[in-house]
């Protein structure tokens, strides 16, 4: 939410008014498969993710390409509508230890995911053979259980597995077949829709964050080179770049000259102007 603050504040729906579909850009998010709630990288060993133990028959996705997954009393899993009530498994995680916690109230996975992640850390993800033999042991009073694998059907152009969503009442609609993009409509906060992926939107972009900082440097020019001259400018410029690597600066890091009022970098320095203006800083 703290991102979407950020989009509808930096949106000027001045310049986003061209059609019937106006003040909606397109953001990065498009159709995807299975992924877990908990979507930390370093939550998981290789293959950790990837990690199933499917009843025979199942997943059978019939719901809109929208289905979440629970847990039987044998340990095979199944999918099913998100909107089900059943008891959640929430995962409890506190450095390299984890622990199961189921909760005795029936809900929808929604909103289990929202219940574990304020009470605990998430729903539960299971990573393999023993954790499921953990969540089983939970269900030991004949139960089906929420865990956290769901197919929310999206993913992040990035690559990211963040879980966030933040769909308008409604969406997604899922009338766009397999090619379906997001928008975001900020005429109500940001709310995301799902559209043909052909259609024309603004859109938004991101990147690393960027800072700039002026400093102003002093050479002794013992060889008169004339220092506005481009070459000569572009090879102090590799210098200044190795020695702030040598420091341990970045090597993005980018530099460059100001130009200043008449054109030019660089000015030879008034000496007597700088004796005048230090006797005026001792009186």
């Not at 970045?250 to 530099?255: C, F, H, M, V």
Request: charge should be positive; glycine fraction near 6%; aromatic fraction near 12%.
């Amino acid at each position: 939410m703290e991102v979407m603050k950020i989009l509808n504040n930096t949106a000027d729906l001045d310049k986003m008014f061209y059609s019937n579909n106006s003040y909606r850009a397109w953001i990065g998010l498009s159709r995807d498969n299975w992924r877990w709630s908990l979507s930390d990288p370093s939550f998981y060993k290789p293959g950790e993710t990837e990690f199933r133990r499917w009843n025979v028959g199942e997943p059978n996705v019939g719901y809109s390409n929208n289905a979440c997954t629970g847990m039987r009393p044998d340990g095979l899993w199944f999918d099913d509508s998100c909107k089900l009530g059943i008891f959640p498994v929430c995962a409890d995680i506190k450095g390299s230890n984890v622990t199961f916690v189921i909760i005795p109230s029936p809900i929808t996975w929604t909103k289990a995911q929202s219940y574990c992640r304020a009470l605990y850390t998430d729903l539960a993800s299971v990573r393999n053979m023993t954790e499921n033999q953990k969540v089983q042991a939970l269900t030991a009073g004949g139960n089906l259980v929420w865990i956290g694998l769901f197919r929310d059907s999206w993913k992040w152009s990035d690559g990211s597995n963040s879980s966030f969503s933040f769909w308008k009442n409604g969406q997604p609609d899922n009338n766009n077949g397999n090619k379906a993009c997001v928008a975001a409509d900020f005429s109500q906060s940001g709310a995301w829709e799902d559209w043909p992926c052909d259609m024309e939107r603004a859109f938004i972009c991101f990147g690393p964050v960027v800072s700039k900082k002026v400093m102003k440097v002093k050479f002794e020019n013992k060889k008169n080179l004339d220092l506005n001259d481009s070459a000569v400018m572009e090879a102090m410029l590799k210098q200044l770049k190795q020695k702030l690597r040598a420091q341990g600066l970045d090597d993005n890091i980018k530099l460059s000259w100001r130009k200043q009022a008449d054109g030019k970098v660089f000015h030879k320095e008034d000496k007597k102007t700088n004796k005048r203006r230090r006797k005026r800083e001792e009186l």
